[in-house]
């Protein structure tokens, strides 16, 4: 199962981006996704996650209201929007996948990783 993800880049603070992962060589229909972010000198953090048919979505407090995650089975895609970013969300996004058919937000749960793609929020 390979994850890729892309969308990362610099933007000002109050900007947007939206990322995707996209997933092969697997049941995508069978994962529950998420995103995590990891900066320089931090633990990796849950950023949002998704179950398989996308009726259960979880955010933290630090991003809800700003983040949406979401998932198109047909492609094979899960999206994360980021919307009113701060340069506190400045990190390294990663996309994974995780078999076990529930939402958690604990790194080691999670099967397949994307490789990574940075986000720079600039003050």
């Known amino acids: 199962v390979q994850l890729q993800a892309s969308g990362g880049g610099l933007v000002q603070a109050g900007g947007s981006l939206r990322l995707s992962c996209a997933v092969s060589?697997?049941?995508?229909?069978?994962?529950?996704m998420a995103w995590f972010r990891q900066a320089p000198g931090k633990e990796r953090e849950f950023v949002a996650g998704?179950?398989?048919?996308?009726?259960?979505?979880y955010y933290p407090d630090s991003v809800k209201g700003r983040f949406t995650i979401s998932r198109d089975n047909a492609k094979n895609t899960v999206y994360l929007q980021m919307n009113s970013l701060k340069p506190e969300d400045t990190a390294v996004y990663y996309c994974a996948a995780s078999t076990i058919g529930a939402i958690t937000t604990t790194p080691a749960m999670y099967d397949y990783w994307g490789q990574g793609t940075l986000v720079t929020v600039s003050s």
């Open positions: 998704i179950g398989l048919s996308a009726g259960r979505i």
């Open positions: 060589g697997g049941t995508f229909s069978n994962y529950v």
